[in-house]
């Protein structure tokens, strides 16, 4: 069974830093392109930022360009969130996603495997 689990979330004042850990199991994702989504309550499903397969390429959500950090070992089959300088509007559930291809793509559509979330809470 193909399965992507999230960890690292937690309650982190304003200004800290949390790492996010997203673990696949069941088939190797190291030829797909990945991403982080996170969800607010009541709003949409919003995308973060992107890596593709290798790597080397990562695009950012301009809420969050500056202070957070995208990164995979595809040895480890894991991707990685470094969130630094936390604000209150980062709050949210985190999601992890696998897409069918190698590049990267900010529609939420193209992805086909999620991972069940993990909450990022920041207080003020």
């Known amino acids: 069974q193909v399965s992507l689990v999230e960890s690292g979330g937690g309650l982190v004042q304003a200004g800290g830093s949390l790492r996010l850990s997203c673990a696949a199991s069941?088939?190797?994702?190291?030829?797909?392109?990945m991403a982080w989504f996170r969800q607010a309550p009541g709003k949409e499903h919003e995308f973060v930022t992107g890596?593709?397969?290798?790597?080397?390429?990562?695009y950012y959500a301009d809420s969050v360009k500056g202070r957070f950090t995208i990164s995979r070992d595809n040895a480890k089959n894991t991707m990685y969130l470094q969130m630094n300088n936390l604000k209150p509007e980062d709050t949210a559930v985190y999601y992890c996603a696998a897409a069918p291809r190698r590049y990267i793509t900010g529609g939420r559509g193209d992805y086909n495997h999620w991972g069940q979330g993990t909450q990022v809470t920041v207080s003020s």
């Open positions: 069941g088939r190797t994702f190291s030829s797909n392109a």
């Open positions: 890596i593709n397969w290798s790597g080397d390429s990562t």
